[in-house]
């Protein structure tokens, strides 16, 4: 298992357009996170899965954004009706995770994530 | 939830040290501190964590002040490669916040040949 890998590296799309974004994490990890990232600032948190159970949301996950991990596994972060402000690189990442003293290290391990443009 | 602040950036010629300094003045006695790093065009990467003591690891030193409101990353002999922006993080691991990262702005730091 090469890490966490993500598809599209980069995806264009015009405003009005769904699109779905995949996410491979590393293949033992039981979370799953998605983040947002704009240009020059740091990463935003969207949503977070243990196994396939979507555990927290983040206000900026607007009624457009739909995330699912089915069986555990993989991921899919779909967009609907894309809008300009949409455009962003969207991070996946994963971790063995744990709670409490188990937890305390909890690394997270990234994708290179996939870069949207909304023309 | 409490909050780190860092320089927007710092320069260090190559081969020198280069001390990040993070403030964390709010945080709580369960609050790790986290450092990720992140090169352009790639996702962020875990750097180093701590709690109270000074750790090393093979790819920096973390020194964490005696009252924990403040830590410095440090990286010994700065290289071209460590030109990234690197964020410090605070994460309680016994609070369901925990579970994510929250990022700030980073430090972004420029390495000079």
């Known amino acids: 298992d090469t890490g966490v890998s993500q598809n599209p590296r980069h995806k264009i799309t015009k405003r009005g357009q769904n699109v779905t974004f995949r996410c491979d994490p590393i293949?033992?990890?039981?979370?799953l996170y998605w983040y947002r990232q704009t240009l020059g600032q740091g990463p935003e948190f969207l949503t977070y899965?243990?196994?396939?159970?979507?555990?927290?949301k983040s206000r900026l996950l607007s009624d457009r954004f739909s995330a699912e991990r089915p069986k555990g596994s993989f991921s899919t972060l779909e967009i609907q009706r894309t809008e300009q402000g949409d455009s962003a690189m969207y991070l996946c990442?994963?971790?063995?995770?744990?709670?409490?003293?188990?937890?305390?290290?909890?690394?997270?391990?990234f994708g290179a994530g996939t870069r949207l443009s909304v023309l | 939830d409490a909050k780190t602040t860092q320089p927007n950036s710092m320069e260090s010629n190559e081969e020198e040290p280069v001390h990040l300094p993070c403030n964390h003045s709010?945080?709580?006695?369960?609050?790790?501190i986290h450092w990720y790093l992140q090169l352009p065009s790639q996702g962020p990467e875990y750097v180093i964590h701590?709690?109270?003591s000074n750790v090393n690891n093979r790819m920096a030193s973390l020194a964490i002040a005696e009252d924990r409101k403040s830590s410095t990353l440090i990286l010994h002999r700065a290289t071209l490669r460590d030109a990234a922006v690197y964020y410090c993080?605070?994460?309680?691991?016994?609070?369901?916040?925990?579970?994510?990262?929250?990022f700030g702005g980073g430090t972004r730091v420029l390495v000079k040949p």
């Open positions: 990442a994963s971790s063995s995770g744990t709670t409490g003293l188990g937890g305390t290290k909890n690394i997270q391990y």
């Open positions: 899965f243990q196994n396939e159970a979507q555990l927290e």
């Open positions: 709010t945080i709580s006695g369960t609050d790790y």
């Open positions: 293949s033992e990890h039981n979370r």
């Open positions: 701590g709690l109270t």
């Open positions: 993080i605070l994460r309680d691991p016994f609070k369901a916040a925990g579970n994510k990262l929250t």
